[in-house]
């Protein structure tokens, strides 16, 4: 049987990294909309030399709507967390956070970056927790 502490621990838990994965991608996501003139420019000498080289357009406006859809749900998800202590919104969020995270993972391999990959790492495995946590 789940100690009362127990269940607010989860709590917390799920709280916590919803808050984090909404800052994460609501900033990255809000960046990429206003710099986007900016971001375009670096990100297409980023993958100069890759197969992705002609795709760049494409490939960043669907990991900033990845971005915002991850932040923006966890964001909302959180909020739901503490009034209702429902997590599916923040579950969502957090499944969005992974594929966005892969997406930006696949790139930067492609791109041979391949120490921008590894720091991805860290925050696909906090997605994966957040999964885990925020599953019903």
Not at 76 to 104: Q, W
Not at 111 to 116: H, Q, R, S
Request: net charge positive.
């Amino acid at each position: 049987m789940l100690s009362l502490r127990m269940i607010n621990a989860n709590w917390l838990l799920q709280i916590l990294v919803s808050i984090f994965l909404a800052i994460l991608f609501l900033q990255s996501g809000i960046d990429k909309v206003a710099d986007r003139r900016g971001n375009l420019e670096f990100l297409r000498g980023h993958f100069a030399k890759s197969p992705l080289a002609g795709m760049v357009l494409l490939l960043v406006t669907i990991i900033t709507i990845l971005e915002i859809a991850a932040g923006g749900l966890s964001a909302i998800g959180c909020v739901l967390i503490i009034l209702n202590r429902d997590p599916t919104v923040a579950f969502c969020g957090a499944v969005i956070s992974a594929i966005a995270i892969t997406a930006l993972f696949f790139g930067q391999r492609m791109a041979k970056d391949y120490a921008g990959a590894a720091v991805l790492v860290s925050y696909f495995l906090l997605a994966l927790v957040a999964i885990y946590l925020l599953a019903r």
